[in-house]
């Protein structure tokens, strides 16, 4: 059967490196493998309390390559990225609401709601059984399918009030 890109390679990559990257102490923040121009790059986003540094990637990465090469997931010749996912980081899955719960977020939706809006900003209460997010700003509360938004991602202050 042919390897296939896209989400089947990150699930299969994700299951590969999850052991490797919690047994040094880390979250594994996402896997995503796509093409810029006429490269592909596989991305593997981590995470930890407190502030992350080059070296954690770097020892990340070496631990991962062997895994990869022997392992032979990617039929393609791609580049292995290690980093963080940043101070913008998009929330991608349900257990990125759990964990940001509290946080400043933004969302852009996909298309206008009700009220002819895309983009709010506020604090996350998090993600509901039926796929619902909340976000608090001030005296307002906004909920909306987590499938209309086109992303939700933290953010700073300027973000939230600029």
Same mark, same amino acid.
């Given at each position: 059967?042919?390897?296939?890109?896209?989400? *089947?390679?990150?699930?299969?990559?994700?299951? $590969?490196?999850?052991?490797?990257? !919690?047994?040094?102490? $880390?979250?594994?923040?996402?896997?995503?493998?796509?093409? =810029?121009?006429?490269?592909?790059? $596989?991305?593997? @986003? /981590?995470?930890?309390?407190?502030?992350?540094?080059?070296?954690?990637?770097?020892?990340?990465? &070496?631990?991962?390559?062997? /895994?990869?090469?022997?392992?032979?997931? /990617?039929?393609?010749?791609?580049?292995? !990225?290690?980093?963080?996912?940043?101070?913008?980081?998009?929330?991608?899955?349900? !257990? &990125?609401?759990?964990?940001?719960?509290?946080?400043?977020?933004?969302? &852009? %939706?996909? +298309?206008?709601?009700?009220?002819? +809006?895309?983009?709010?900003?506020? /604090?996350?209460?998090? %993600?509901?059984?039926?796929? *619902?997010?909340?976000?608090?700003?001030?005296? =307002?509360?906004?909920?909306?399918?987590?499938?209309?938004?086109?992303?939700?991602? @933290?953010?700073?202050?300027?973000? %939230?009030?600029?």
């Amino acid at each position: 059967m042919a390897k296939q890109s896209g989400g *089947n390679t990150a699930q299969r990559v994700e299951a $590969l490196v999850r052991p490797t990257v !919690e047994g040094m102490g $880390l979250r594994l923040w996402d896997v995503v493998f796509e093409k =810029e121009g006429p490269d592909w790059y $596989l991305r593997v @986003l /981590i995470d930890k309390d407190g502030t992350m540094d080059t070296d954690t990637c770097a020892d990340v990465s &070496h631990a991962l390559d062997p /895994i990869l090469d022997e392992a032979d997931p /990617i039929d393609q010749s791609y580049y292995l !990225e290690v980093g963080s996912p940043g101070l913008g980081r998009k929330l991608t899955r349900p !257990e &990125h609401y759990e964990q940001l719960k509290g946080q400043k977020c933004a969302a &852009h %939706l996909i +298309r206008s709601d009700e009220q002819g +809006r895309r983009d709010y900003a506020g /604090i996350l209460q998090g %993600l509901d059984a039926d796929g *619902n997010v909340t976000l608090t700003d001030g005296e =307002e509360t906004y909920a909306f399918p987590v499938k209309s938004a086109g992303y939700v991602k @933290l953010c700073d202050d300027e973000d %939230l009030f600029g």
